[in-house]
């Protein structure tokens, strides 16, 4: 166990519907990443968030936003959902100088 | 931007030791790791280099040379369960972490 938990771990919706992805990050830890990971693909970086800021952006669409609350815990949501979409979504949380710690990622399915 | 180059698959045989290489191009360098991934779940770490030569860490090991923008990950003793995919990941300054493609590895008996 990673310490690190999203939820929901499995999402099925359709075309053109919004959703909202949880993480939970370690005890102590203050960055929290979003990836994308689609079939027989790699891990995509989506965002970074540092102790409630925006740190970086990666590969994000603006259909997609992210933000980090005061307890650390965050939100990505994703908008106007199209099939490309479903994919494995996974959160990581870490600190300076060490790894990152993933969670199980949510499976988001569009239909 | 971030460039980061492994091998797609890679076939070895049980008991034996399999190299996979990882290529980066980067700017901010910091760190690289090796995480190990099975269908469906999450990467777990298995390694991490900062400074140039060998890390080893019981049937695994890593090396890195910062200059060449290499690495490779050892594997020893192969067993059936090592049949994974195995990503490279490259730490930034800012603490991003980019990831490559992976290294699909299946063992065969």
């Known amino acids: 166990d990673s310490g690190v938990t999203q939820t929901p771990k499995h999402l099925i919706t359709a075309t053109g519907q919004r959703v909202t992805l949880r993480c939970s990050p370690r005890?102590?830890?203050?960055?929290v990443y979003w990836y994308q990971q689609s079939l027989d693909q790699g891990l995509q970086f989506l965002i970074q968030?540092?102790?409630?800021?925006?740190?970086a952006k990666g590969n994000i669409l603006e259909r997609f936003s992210a933000q980090q609350f005061p307890d650390l815990h965050s939100e990505l949501n994703l908008s106007s959902l199209e099939l490309g979409d479903s994919a494995l979504y996974f959160c990581?949380?870490?600190?300076?100088?060490?790894?990152?710690?993933f969670g199980q990622g949510t499976r988001l399915t569009v239909v | 931007g971030q460039n980061i180059d492994q091998p797609t698959e890679m076939t070895a045989t049980e008991g034996a030791i399999v190299q996979i290489n990882c290529t980066y191009q980067t700017s901010g360098f910091n760190g690289l790791f090796w995480y190990q991934q099975h269908a469906g779940e999450a990467p777990t770490f298995l390694s991490y280099n900062v400074l140039d030569g060998l890390e080893e860490k019981g049937r695994f090991s890593s090396f890195l040379s910062r200059s060449k923008g290499y690495s490779y990950l050892l594997l020893k003793e192969l067993q059936m369960k090592d049949s994974a995919s195995y990503l490279c990941?490259?730490?930034?300054?800012?603490?991003?972490?980019?990831f490559g493609t992976g290294t699909s590895l299946t063992v065969i008996p």
């Open positions: 990941a490259v730490r930034v300054s800012g603490n991003q972490f980019y």
């Open positions: 968030y540092y102790n409630g800021e925006e740190r």
């Open positions: 990581a949380s870490g600190s300076l100088n060490t790894e990152a710690f």
């Open positions: 005890s102590g830890d203050l960055s």
